[in-house]
């Protein structure tokens, strides 16, 4: 079997051929003192699933730092790394929240950085 080794660039391409730079989805979060948060986990996954499930690649590496706050307008940043190394960043941005739901778009960088030496 033929194992295809993905970059960030590649990724960065099927973002583009698949117009899903800007991905709207929404994630499951717990409560907090105020507002609601998806962890960084959660939201990790959900980055993960949905840039997978548009371009048709299979799931990638995405970790992302912080918790995002549910409070419309938050932004938060995550970083998707590809089989060789190179990494793409992906920006976060709360578009609503309903309830214990929080809803927030996708939007990957244009450029990936290469994977360091």
Same mark, same amino acid.
């Given at each position: 079997m033929i194992k295809s080794? #993905?970059?960030a660039a590649t990724w960065a391409l099927s973002a583009v051929a698949a117009g899903? #730079? #800007?991905v709207g989805? %929404?994630?499951? =979060?717990s409560v907090g003192k105020s507002d609601p948060k998806l962890s960084k986990g959660k939201l990790a996954d959900t980055v993960a699933e949905k840039l997978a499930a548009t371009t048709g690649q299979p799931? /990638?590496?995405v970790t992302c730092p912080e918790d995002l706050v549910?409070?419309?307008g938050n932004t938060g940043r995550c970083t998707l790394t590809a089989n060789d190394g190179s990494t793409l960043g992906v920006t976060v941005k =709360? %578009? %609503?929240v309903n309830g214990n739901n929080v809803n927030f778009d996708i939007k990957?960088?244009?450029?990936p950085s /290469?994977?360091?030496s």
């Open positions: 080794r #993905l970059s899903a #730079l #800007l989805c %929404s994630g499951s =979060v799931k /990638p590496d549910g409070k419309v =709360v %578009s %609503s990957a960088d244009e450029t /290469p994977a360091a």
